[in-house]
């Protein structure tokens, strides 16, 4: 195969000589056609998926492009992080959906009402106030109880608050759907997959996993709706303490890595003003539950098996296959140990641990229970949550190291491996096997 392909190399440079016969036309590409085919595909998903919270009123350009950039290398070194983001997104706003719409008054309150609220779309300006952003349920709490009134803005004007390029995304959806084409009829007629190509799938699949649940979050908004209210932060809070926002005691911003983890770490980058002006784009509001829950679990495990499928992929020297098998096993593995410790921490934070027990043992108390922990979230003086237990942090930190490391290693045998390849790497598929052409 490596022969015929470089007889067809010399061919090309002999234009004197004469061939006999029918002469096919040439079915190879060449290493710059792979290398950029899969980085166009990769930075027009990652371009094209992000749909990042409203920013700082204070915030410049280049900050605001800075930080779409850092999300997009986000995306490429680790695409399941913006879509477990995503994912919680999505479960809170259809939290505040069901809860708008168990008052018969708010009828028209829709998951992209409820998406473009904990995108900080919301700024509450209270008489005498310093502004801030409100996120669906602190909204929701000053509508109840009265504090503004309910912001009347219908599902289409906010669309029209979108700055989704149309092109973009057409762009977006002819360039996966032909990419992964070409892998699946790679597959079929048993042509060589790169590992780069590979690298490039995962991460497209990713992708449009996480275009799919921000499908209702509006993007690239830069002014908010301002909600007014009568009344001083004074007289909505009361004397309660806050660090964030006023407003945390009916929901924190969090938690997430620059709200919780970073300050943990003593390296806190949010900026200092408060109550802040801006919701974090890494805040992850909830542990998703249910279709919300089962969908996140399947695409991470998805997105980190689709490398085991190299596992007999022919690479340049044994070591190299060894290394891969090893990190697509850690990505695997610490993946699901990941969620597993992530859940016990959330079930110690949201106390589900005690109701488990009580359902066990005495289900009679549990109505006492449940009722108790109620008022205590109404009344405490609530703040964003710190890690609340070392041993989180302790185990979760050394999986991270390793997750980086096998994905680091990864990204770079992508390339490594382009210095000995299998000759069918560079043969095109032969649609016309399966097309009817002329």
Not at 3 to 25: E, H, I, K, P, Y
Not at 337 to 344: R, S
Request: hydrophobic share 45%; glycine share 4%.
């Amino acid at each position: 195969m490596q022969d015929a392909f470089l007889q067809n190399q010399t061919f090309a440079a002999n234009a004197q000589d004469r061939v006999s016969g029918w002469v096919d036309q040439p079915n190879f590409r060449g290493t710059f056609d792979i290398i950029c085919t899969c980085i166009t595909t990769i930075f027009i998903c990652t371009y094209s998926m992000l749909v990042l919270n409203i920013p700082a009123p204070k915030d410049k350009e280049l900050r605001i492009v800075g930080r779409r950039i850092l999300w997009m290398a986000i995306g490429i070194l680790g695409p399941e992080f913006p879509l477990t983001y995503a994912a919680g997104q999505w479960s809170r706003a259809c939290q505040s959906v069901t809860a708008f719409n168990a008052s018969k008054e708010y009828q028209g309150w829709t998951m992209r009402h409820a998406f473009f609220a904990d995108m900080g779309g919301f700024v509450l300006h209270a008489r005498e106030s310093a502004p801030f952003p409100l996120n669906a349920k602190q909204l929701h709490w000053l509508v109840v109880n009265k504090k503004v009134e309910y912001p009347e803005i219908s599902d289409k004007e906010l669309w029209d608050k979108s700055k989704q390029d149309r092109i973009v995304k057409l762009i977006m959806a002819i360039q996966t759907t032909y990419f992964v084409l070409q892998c699946i009829g790679r597959a079929i007629q048993q042509l060589a997959i790169t590992t780069l190509e590979l690298n490039t799938l995962a991460i497209v699949v990713c992708s449009l996993m996480t275009s799919f649940v921000w499908l209702h979050k509006s993007a690239d908004v830069r002014i908010p709706i301002i909600v007014k209210s009568a009344f001083t932060i004074e007289e909505i809070i009361g004397n309660r303490t806050w660090k964030l926002t006023p407003l945390d005691f009916v929901d924190e911003n969090g938690p997430g890595y620059s709200v919780n983890v970073q300050p943990f770490m003593k390296m806190p980058v949010i900026r200092p003003e408060r109550p802040i002006q801006m919701i974090p784009n890494d805040r992850f509001p909830t542990n998703p539950h249910g279709a919300q829950e089962y969908f996140l679990c399947f695409a991470t495990l998805v997105y980190t098996g689709l490398h085991l499928t190299a596992w007999n992929f022919p690479f340049p020297s044994h070591i190299e296959r060894i290394l891969w098998r090893t990190s697509s096993l850690l990505l695997f593995g610490i993946t699901v140990a990941f969620w597993i410790l992530e859940t016990m921490a959330s079930w110690m934070r949201l106390e589900r641990w005690e109701r488990f027990y009580l359902h066990l043992t005495d289900r009679k108390k549990l109505p006492q229970f449940e009722a108790e922990l109620l008022r205590r979230r109404q009344t405490e003086n609530r703040v964003p949550a710190q890690l609340p237990q070392l041993w989180e942090f302790c185990a979760i930190t050394p999986l991270a190291l390793l997750y980086g490391l096998g994905r680091m290693y990864m990204i770079v045998e992508a390339f490594l491996e382009f210095r000995n390849m299998p000759a069918t790497a560079y043969m095109t598929v032969e649609w016309s096997e399966y097309l009817p052409h002329i």
